[in-house]
């Protein structure tokens, strides 16, 4: 069965310093991995995904992702966090090989951004 | 944004009552999803669909329904809401032009409240 396991606690960083956004996965086949950004009151925003190739995959606000077969992580960064960047963030995934249409979600990690 | 609208945004109803929410897209992509958004569980998949008619069940379906008679349209339907039900309903859509890795794209999400 697919999974994707993100931690419950929020991540505070400073405005300025990098920031990493955790989240690891399970499924059976070859992984499509996706990262979301929720703002308040909002849906949720595409940031970037991954699906083959370079296993650093850049996305939008700066926002970039590694891909780590072996750990089975897919982990979101961003050189110098903002304060706007203040949100919750889900991963996702797929499996790319059993012909499922469906995407399983993480619960999701707080970031807050400390001016 | 991606054309997708959700109605009601908002919605306060009593127990044993039957409840529809309609999600509309104008981007004519093949694949719609209903999620649930819950502390604690992050987003859960209620249905979705493939194409018009075609349906399927995720993690959490009982005590919905749903329908596609149009491209454009994906309703889902609370039989008789109950106070569990108590949530925030998100509409998603995907594209199937490119392959079946495509991300999603969400609506501004529905408030229901079950009293």
């Known amino acids: 069965a697919q999974s994707v396991a993100q931690p419950e606690d929020p991540v505070n960083v400073a405005e300025g310093n990098p920031l990493t956004v955790k989240c690891t996965y399970s499924v059976s086949g070859n992984p499509y991995l996706f990262w979301y950004v929720q703002y308040p009151n909002r849906g949720l925003q595409f940031l970037l995904k991954y699906i083959t190739g370079d296993n650093l995959v850049k996305g939008s606000y700066g926002f970039e992702a590694e891909f780590n077969k072996s750990q089975t992580s897919f982990h979101l960064k961003k050189p110098s966090a903002l304060v706007s960047d203040s949100a919750l963030y889900f991963c996702?995934?797929?499996?790319?090989?059993?012909?499922?249409?469906?995407?399983?979600f993480g619960t999701g990690t707080r970031l807050k951004v400390l001016a | 944004d991606a054309g997708i609208t959700q109605s009601p945004r908002h919605k306060v109803t009593e127990t044993g009552t039957p409840v529809t929410l309609r999600c509309h897209q104008t981007?004519?992509?093949?694949?719609m999803y209903w999620y649930r958004q819950d502390p604690g569980h992050g987003l859960r998949l209620i249905h979705y669909s493939y194409g018009v008619k075609d349906t399927d069940k995720g993690e959490v379906s009982d005590g919905y329904s749903v329908s596609r008679s149009k491209t454009e349209d994906f309703l889902l339907t609370l039989e008789s809401a109950t106070s569990s039900q108590t949530s925030v309903y998100f509409c998603?859509?995907?594209?199937?032009?490119?392959?079946?890795?495509?991300?999603?794209?969400f609506g501004p999400g529905t408030r229901l409240t079950v009293l």
């Open positions: 981007e004519n992509h093949r694949y």
């Open positions: 996702a995934v797929r499996d790319g090989t059993s012909g499922t249409y469906k995407y399983i």
């Open positions: 998603a859509i995907s594209a199937s032009s490119g392959g079946t890795y495509n991300e999603q794209f």
